[in-house]
């Protein structure tokens, strides 16, 4: 009995803590480097900005694993981003931003859009992001149109 439980107390402990592990994370410097391994000395795959959303997979040291929006898989520096909130980043070419939760409201000043802007999550309305852009102009986006970590 005490064999039984000790192995389902290690399959749960595999399991929650490898969904622990595969959470979001938000970029909150200006902007990030993001690397082909867990240092300074490795290349550079990629220069990210404010907001960007990651999934983290996996730690080492002070530096994350982690998937961008395309699934390819890089290295970031842990002081440079947060699971603290959520952050999205658009997945097509063109995205209408609204003044509110449907396409019955008129596009904003900044519509569209473009693949990989990233914004802070403000709220989601049914299938609508309220969204922050890093200049603070603020829009709705449907769901279909982002990547939300």
């Known amino acids: 009995m005490k064999k039984e ?3 389902l107390s290690l399959i749960l402990m595999m399991i929650f803590g490898s969904f622990s592990l595969a959470m979001g994370l938000c970029v909150i410097s200006e902007e990030a480097n993001l690397r082909s391994g867990p240092g300074t000395n490795y290349d550079k795959n990629w220069q990210v900005f404010k907001y960007m959303p990651l999934k983290k997979i996996k ?3 002070k530096w994350y694993k982690v998937k961008d929006v395309d699934g390819d898989v890089h290295w970031i520096y842990g002081k440079l981003v947060t699971d ?3 952050c999205a980043v658009v997945k097509v070419d063109k995205a209408n931003v609204r003044k509110g939760p449907g396409t019955n409201y008129p596009k904003t000043d900044f519509s ?3 693949k990989y802007d990233s914004f802070k999550v403000l709220k989601k309305k049914g299938p609508w992001y309220k969204l922050v852009d890093e200049f603070g102009q603020v829009g709705w986006i449907h769901k279909k ?3 939300v970590q």
Do not use: H, S, Y
């Open 5 to 7: 439980i000790l192995t």
């Open 59 to 61: 730690k080492k040291g």
């Open 84 to 86: 603290k909130i959520k």
């Open 112 to 114: 569209p859009a473009i």
């Open 145 to 147: 149109l982002l990547w």
